[in-house]
């Protein structure tokens, strides 16, 4: 089958997969003090109510002009029936607290199996090269982390590494998987690299394509969104020319791998103003700094793959990792920028059966 015909049969869409619930723990507030009313000083609270107001009403403008570009319906208006859904859907019981998140995925293949991990700031979507040709080999789990395309958005998550990890592992478990290995690209390599340090046990071997986290090499855009003072305002700029400019400094031949389709797929599941939210706590809360000084305690078996023309990761932060992992090889893989799985999926995927061969469940 021509890697044409395979990307089209690998549709984005919330209809195409399946969904699992997991409930993530969380921390219970602290009780608030009970504060006395006072009466509403009218002049503040309604110029603090116009100023938000304009806010969103200068998103939600923002948002109607790249969804039509795009093509795209427009978002739903907003309806008292979706908190009543919200509250419906999380619950809190005594003792510890819980989140339900649904997480969306797609699976194919037999063998053994084959998580992979995404990105910030993407979906499935960006497997779309490589899942059905790894899934004559494996059984493949591409899944939509929280937050990011077809997976809920969740209230109480901070987007941080370790939560992040832990719906990896509660990922697993939903799904009857014992053990498995990964491939992860890129800032989501720091959450299988921590389920990894907390359980590894459940991790066979990891292929991780371009690790690492926030570098001064990224594009503005990016370090805006991790900004403390200009991250929101940032996260609510961020539209499809933003993902167009952003893409267009990961891939080394654009002429092979940039249209304004694949611009249309990375924005539509970051259009929304919750999605956007996610976008940016995920930028700005990812601290990978504890999982660099842990990484000599790491025992699994690691293939790291890295594009000769990235521009994002230099040679220090590939060294970095690396050097800190005892059971860890590595591969330049020549013509690729950041997104070499997307720009070069043969040599991904030569890479990754040479690493961990195929075995065959017995018949």
């Known amino acids: 089958m021509s890697i044409m015909l395979e990307v089209k049969k690998f549709i984005n869409s919330e209809y195409i997969g399946q969904f699992v619930d997991i409930e993530l723990p969380i921390e219970a507030p602290a009780p608030k003090p009970e504060k006395k009313e006072k009466k509403p000083r009218k002049n503040k609270a309604r110029k603090g109510r116009r100023d938000y107001d304009d806010y969103d009403d200068i998103e939600a403008e923002l948002d109607r002009e790249e969804r039509e570009e795009m093509g795209l319906p427009p978002l739903p208006e907003h309806d008292d029936d979706e908190d009543d859904y919200r509250e419906d859907y999380h619950r809190e019981p005594e003792g510890p607290s819980y989140e339900r998140i649904r997480i969306h995925y797609v699976e194919e293949g037999n063998g053994e199996p084959l998580i992979l ?195 994002w990761r230099t040679a220090e932060n590939t060294e970095l990792y690396h050097a800190a992992m005892p059971f860890a090889g590595f591969a330049t893989i020549r013509n690729a920028g950041h997104l070499l799985h997307e720009e070069k999926p043969e040599r991904v995927i030569a890479a990754l059966l040479e690493y961990i061969p195929a075995i065959q469940p017995e018949v």
């Open 117 to 311: 991990v995404h990105s910030v700031s993407q979906s499935i979507y960006t497997w779309r090269n490589i899942f059905s040709r790894l899934s004559l080999n494996y059984r493949v789990i591409a899944l939509d982390l929280p937050g990011h395309g077809y997976s809920s958005r969740p209230e109480n998550f901070s987007y941080t590494i370790e939560e992040q990890a832990q719906v990896l592992e509660l990922f697993m478990d939903a799904i009857n998987i014992q053990s498995a290995h990964i491939m992860a690209f890129s800032m989501g390599s720091a959450y299988a690299l921590q389920m990894a340090m907390d359980n590894p046990e459940r991790i066979g071997k990891m292929v991780l394509i371009a690790p690492g986290g926030m570098s001064p090499e990224m594009p503005m855009p990016i370090k805006m969104l991790d900004s403390s003072l200009f991250g929101s305002v940032a996260a609510m700029l961020y539209g499809m020319r933003t993902v167009e400019k952003v893409l267009s400094e990961c891939f080394f031949d654009l002429t092979r791998t940039m249209s304004p389709e694949v611009v249309s797929e990375y924005y539509k599941t970051i259009s929304d103003r919750d999605s956007r939210r996610a976008l940016r706590e995920s930028f700005h809360n990812h601290e990978d700094e504890s999982i660099i000084n842990r990484l000599r305690s790491l025992e699994t078996p690691v293939l790291m793959l890295q594009g000769s023309e990235d521009k």
